[in-house]
């Protein structure tokens, strides 16, 4: 979420007062030509309406600079312009609108000071409704920029009050008090029509700053996921490509020494270590398969005979630390439907895991079970390890949470996200004799007839 100072910064607020300018200018903009179509059609009027009066000549002069400054705004709205730079209209932009807006202003402001004094009853009217027409447009039209809005018709109002004071007659105080309350309600509209507008705006931009962090936070996480997820692999084939390492090393060895029954030996490590990459290849297949699919491929498997297979595998581990090794395999029912690389991925994780966790020990033993639970296969994996601590405990399934000085955090990671997608659940407990536990459950394959 976006914070206040992060609302309140200088490039927000700069990017807040770009937005309102454009959008003020925007609606000017919109009307502008129709506006000035407006006070040269006016004007016209005034012309021939003035036409054969005493004082046509004024008319004209009048009419001539309204038509003449209205016509120019016109054409230099209709004339392309090159696209601006970014950043929206400028002060200067401002500053010009301002100055076009009071001098038209003026000149209907001079309207009543001009003529009203020497005008029919019929041309007063006229001046009336001119005035009031163009005060009242001008103002609606010009409401999204204040400044702008009363630069027109504040000289309109200004013009007309004076003239209507000069005129003496009392009839004209009502008409007076008329002008100022209509100018007064208008003026009230414009500062209400503006504050809305600048209230959008800032909840706009706050809107699209609070997307666009959001959107930074989803591409930070995403790299975070693409870093984990590549962290992931990588911490999975390290184990069978090591492990082939060791087989064909064991093979070079026994050829150096020239045992003379070194062959079947060597020939039953290569076959080994065939096995391993070959593993370390199916390990890749079925990660990308299950990133990219969100599923497991699965099948019937016997978790005995993955426990075995995973032993197996990883013997040479358990013999370099020098760990004792027992399996408890009690469970009548232990076929499940499970992806067989997958959840041999997790009890390598977890074997290694114990292997780790008592390197400091005296005494190193490792405890595999695996026995029914309501409808369920549940495997252990006991060790005889320093413990995890409590502090840390609720956290050891989070992604790149480690205990280990050179871990990374994705291996238990990894194993709840395959144990949940196959529909059971992890967990560890601390022993009463001290170590750790790591225990998950998976469904039982319904028996067959």
């Not at 956290?395 to 280990?404: D, G, Q, S, Y």
């Amino acid at each position: 979420m976006t914070t206040d100072d992060e609302k309140r910064s200088p490039l927000a607020a700069s990017h807040q007062i770009q937005r309102l300018r454009a959008e003020q200018f925007s609606n000017i903009l919109r009307h502008t030509q129709g506006v000035m179509l407006a006070n040269i059609c006016n004007a016209s009027v005034f012309i021939a309406a003035s036409w054969d009066r005493p004082y046509r000549a004024r008319a004209l002069v009048w009419g001539a600079l309204v038509i003449g400054m209205a016509a120019f705004v016109y054409l230099r709205r209709r004339t392309p312009r090159p696209p601006r730079a970014a950043g929206g209209p400028s002060r200067r932009g401002v500053i010009r609108a301002g100055l076009y807006a009071a001098a038209l202003g003026s000149c209907w402001g001079a309207l009543p000071l001009l003529f009203l004094e020497d005008a029919t009853v019929g041309g007063k009217l006229l001046i009336a409704c001119l005035c009031s027409g163009m005060l009242g447009g001008g103002a609606i039209v010009m409401a999204s920029l204040p400044s702008a809005a009363i630069a027109f018709s504040g000289p309109i109002v200004l013009g007309s009050l004076l003239a209507l004071l000069r005129a003496g007659d009392r009839d004209y105080y009502l008409t007076i008090i008329v002008l100022l309350v209509y100018s007064a309600v208008l003026l009230r509209a414009v500062w209400n029509y503006a504050d809305a507008l600048e209230q959008r705006i800032r909840t706009q931009v706050e809107a699209e700053a609070k997307a666009s962090a959001r959107l930074d936070r989803l591409h930070a996480s995403g790299l975070q996921a693409l870093g984990g997820m590549a962290s992931g692999l990588a911490h999975e084939i390290v184990q069978p490509l090591a492990a082939a390492s060791n087989y064909v090393e064991a093979s070079r060895r026994l050829l150096r020494n020239g045992a003379a029954d070194a062959a079947p030996a060597v020939e039953r490590n290569l076959q080994a270590a065939a096995q391993q990459i070959v593993h370390a290849g199916e390990i890749i297949a079925r990660l990308r398969e299950f990133l990219l699919e969100g599923k497991p491929a699965l099948a019937p498997v016997s978790l005995r005979g993955l426990i075995e297979e995973t032993c197996s595998v990883n013997r040479p581990a358990l013999e370099k630390a020098e760990a004792d090794l027992q399996l408890r395999l009690d469970a009548a029912q232990d076929t499940v439907q499970a992806d067989r690389v997958q959840i041999m991925q997790v009890l390598s994780n977890l074997l290694r895991n114990a292997v780790d966790a008592m390197a400091e020990a005296g005494e190193r033993h490792v405890t595999i079970a695996c026995h029914n639970e309501d409808h369920t296969v549940r495997v252990d994996v006991a060790d005889s390890g320093t413990g995890v601590a409590e502090g840390v405990r609720d956290r050891l399934f989070e992604p790149f949470m480690t205990t280990k000085p050179r871990g990374m955090g994705v291996g238990l990671a990894m194993c709840r996200t395959i144990i949940e997608a196959h529909g059971g659940r992890i967990w560890m407990e601390p022993n009463a004799a001290g170590g750790s536990t790591f225990s998950f459950v998976l469904p039982c394959e319904p028996r067959q007839g």
